[in-house]
T-cell receptor, first 114, second 112 residues
Framework: KQEVTQIPAALSVPEGENLVLNCSFT??????LQWFRQDPGKGLTSLLL?????REQTSGRLNASLDKSSGRSTLYIAASQPGDSATYLC?????????????FGQGTILTVHP | NAGVTQTPKFQVLKTGQSMTLQCAQD?????MYWYRQDPGMGLRLIYY???????DKGEVPNGYNVPRLNKREFSLRLESAAPSQTSVYFC???????????FGPGTRLTVT
């Protein structure tokens, strides 16, 4: 059974810092990995999708990398801002008979203070 | 574009009552999903539908039915609600099972 772990569980940083959120998974037979952000009481917003054949994806100040063989992904946020404060979730997608199913980590709660 | 919409936003039920959570998407996506989010358990897949007319169980399917009414709509029905079904329910869709998933705003359900 796939298990996804996110470290740290919570992170508090001053504005302007560059930071890294970590995600690890136990089964490397994935077809993609998706990073989301969730604001309190809201739904999930997709940030980046990395297919299993890719090593990284970038969107603005965000960069996500994937190392399938070691079962790890990182989300790098450059020049953090208070508006980045949210919970960040990592989810891995399986193929084969598990087509379409995402397994989520517990999330990292990020607070960026002015 | 509305994306993925869910109704209602909040609902309180008594044990044994039934209700249907509605979900619709306007992105012409084939695949749709229902998740529940519980403190300490994270997000877990209840059911998904790879395409119109098909449904498949996820991690926690017991106690739910999922009519895929058409390509746009994917409902979640609770036939006899139980307190263990108190949760926040999210619907999502993707173009294909391998694609990026887009989530609705969620329904907060309390069963007393």
């Amino acid at each position: 059974k796939q298990e996804v772990t996110q470290i740290p569980a919570a992170l508090s940083v001053p504005e302007g810092e560059n930071l890294v959120l970590n995600c690890s998974f136990t089964d490397s037979a994935i077809y993609n990995l998706q990073w989301f952000r969730q604001d309190p009481g809201k739904g999930l917003t997709s940030l980046l999708l990395i297919q299993s054949s890719q090593r990284e994806q970038t969107s603005g100040r965000l960069n996500a990398s994937l190392d399938k063989s070691s079962g790890r992904s990182t989300l790098y946020i450059a020049a953090s801002q208070p508006g980045d404060s949210a919970t960040y979730l990592c989810a891995v997608g399986a193929g084969g008979t598990s087509y379409g199913k995402l397994t989520f980590g517990q999330g990292t709660i990020l607070t960026v203070h002015p | 574009n509305a994306g993925v919409t869910q109704t209602p936003k909040f609902q309180v039920l008594k044990t044994g009552q039934s209700m249907t959570l509605q979900c619709a998407q306007d992105m012409n996506h084939n695949s749709m999903y229902w998740y529940r989010q519980d403190p300490g358990m994270g997000l877990r897949l209840i059911y998904y539908s790879a395409s119109e007319g098909t449904t498949d169980k996820g991690e926690v399917p017991n106690g739910y039915n999922v009519p895929r009414l058409n390509k746009r709509e994917f409902s979640l029905r609770l036939e006899s609600a139980a307190p263990s079904q108190t949760s926040v329910y999210f619907c999502a869709s993707s173009g294909t099972g391998y694609g990026e998933q887009y989530f609705g705003p969620g329904t907060r359900l309390t069963v007393t």
